[in-house]
């Protein structure tokens, strides 16, 4: 079993920054993947950051040259740094984890950007 813990969220105003960070502990053996969602009210959830297969990262339009996800593998944690965030940044931010093809969700942390 896989238990992931998000931490970093809260309140802030725009053009201020956050990080977020998720935790995974548990049986994980092998090759995993760690990314973050986020879902606002009324919306879908939609990926913002990732890892790509080559190594580098790859970011949601909306998100580009603000945010930043980064990892520390062997403390399986990854993280978002988030700045300059605006009002539309306001959400609930997940990680989402996948290993041997079984998904987890965390909790999810909420961000909320005050104009």
């Known amino acids: 079993q896989v238990q992931l813990v998000e931490s970093g969220g809260g309140l802030v105003q725009a053009g201020g920054s956050l990080r977020l960070s998720c935790a995974a502990s548990g049986s994980i053996f092998g090759r995993y993947t760690m990314d973050w969602y986020r879902q606002a009210p009324g919306k879908q959830r939609e990926l913002v950051a990732m890892?790509?297969?080559?190594?580098?990262?790859s970011y949601a339009d909306s998100v580009k040259g603000r945010f930043t996800i980064s990892r520390e593998s062997g403390k399986n944690t990854v993280y978002l740094q988030m700045n300059s965030l605006k009002p539309e940044d306001t959400a609930t931010y997940y990680c989402?984890?996948?290993?041997?093809?079984?998904?987890?969700w965390g909790q999810g942390t909420q961000v909320t950007v005050s104009s």
């Open positions: 989402h984890f996948i290993l041997r093809g079984v998904e987890r």
């Open positions: 890892f790509t297969s080559g190594g580098g990262t």
